[in-house]
């Protein structure tokens, strides 16, 4: 039984060592395997990168070759020419199109640019007209101030004040515009006989310096009173149609100045 048991004992280890050296082998020969399976992957990939460099390098090498034979040789220049020979039709179409689209850009710009022009110049005239016009207005209602008073206020206390008043002659007097907005038609025709006698006086002193008898110088001052007392009469019926519209405009302007500024001194 020892001598048995020793056998088993000695074929147990036997196995076991087997075993051992079967999975030390199989280990060693699986990281062999795997070691040159890497190794031929690194080659492969080596090669196919110097396989890339090398063809990239010989196009570009024929490349450069092919572009310098066609600069020698001026190829391009002849293969342009030829291309554009063939395609000479299709080429002034192209440009007649492009050429046609650019007038008729340009033509649009222009017919806005225009019209923008027109309206800021209308814009700016209608602006204008009505500044001019209210100007105008201002200055012709000054025109009719025969003074123009100046008011100074100082004060001298908490419920006192000092006013010291000025009046000066308005330079852009008009008379005629304030005769035509404050005149009546007494004053037209008391103008109108100092006008007459003047003018009688004159044509006075004309005939005694002439030395023209009593007779014709009575005839001749008949026929200019006549022409006179004519033109004198349709003047002043024209000038009391126009004083007639004049002083009824006035009056409600003065009114309506009267109530707006009751304060304006004319």
């Known amino acids: 039984q020892r001598l048995r048991r020793q056998a088993e004992v ?6 076991a060592a087997v075993t051992i050296q079967c999975s030390a082998r199989c280990k060693r020969a699986k990281c062999v395997l795997q070691e040159r399976r890497m190794g031929r992957l690194l080659a492969e990939e080596a090669r196919i990168k110097e396989d890339r460099i090398r063809f990239s390098a010989a196009v570009r090498i024929q490349h450069n070759f092919r572009g310098r034979q066609a600069r020698i040789l001026d190829l391009i220049s002849v293969l342009r020419e030829q291309w554009c020979n063939e395609h000479l039709p299709q080429i002034e179409h192209v440009q007649c199109m492009i050429r ?7 033509l649009k710009q222009d017919m806005i640019l225009e019209g923008l022009s027109k309206s800021a110049t209308a814009i700016q005239a ?3 007209g009505a500044v001019a016009r209210k100007h105008y207005k201002v200055l012709a209602e000054e025109a009719e ?3 123009k008073a100046w008011f100074e206020y100082t004060s001298t206390g908490r419920d006192s004040v000092q006013v ?11 008379s005629s515009r304030y005769f035509f907005v404050h005149g009546s038609k007494d004053e037209l025709y008391q103008d109108l006989n100092i006008m007459e006698q003047e003018v009688s006086g004159c044509v006075d002193r004309f005939l005694d310096m002439q030395g023209m008898s009593n007779s014709e110088r009575s005839c001749s001052k008949q026929s ?13 019926a024209s000038q009391g149609s126009i004083l007639s519209r ?3 405009a006035s009056q409600s302007q003065v009114q309506s100045r009267a109530t707006a500024k009751p304060g304006m001194v004319l």
């Open 10 to 15: 000695e074929k147990l280890h036997r196995i």
């Open 100 to 106: 046609r689209y650019t007038a008729q850009a340009n």
């Open 126 to 128: 209608s602006w204008r």
């Open 145 to 147: 101030w025969p003074l």
């Open 164 to 174: 010291s008043v000025q009046f000066f002659l308005n330079p852009t007097f008009s």
């Open 224 to 236: 200019a009173a006549s022409n006179l007392t004519v033109a004198s009469k349709q003047r002043a």
């Open 246 to 248: 004049q002083s009824k």
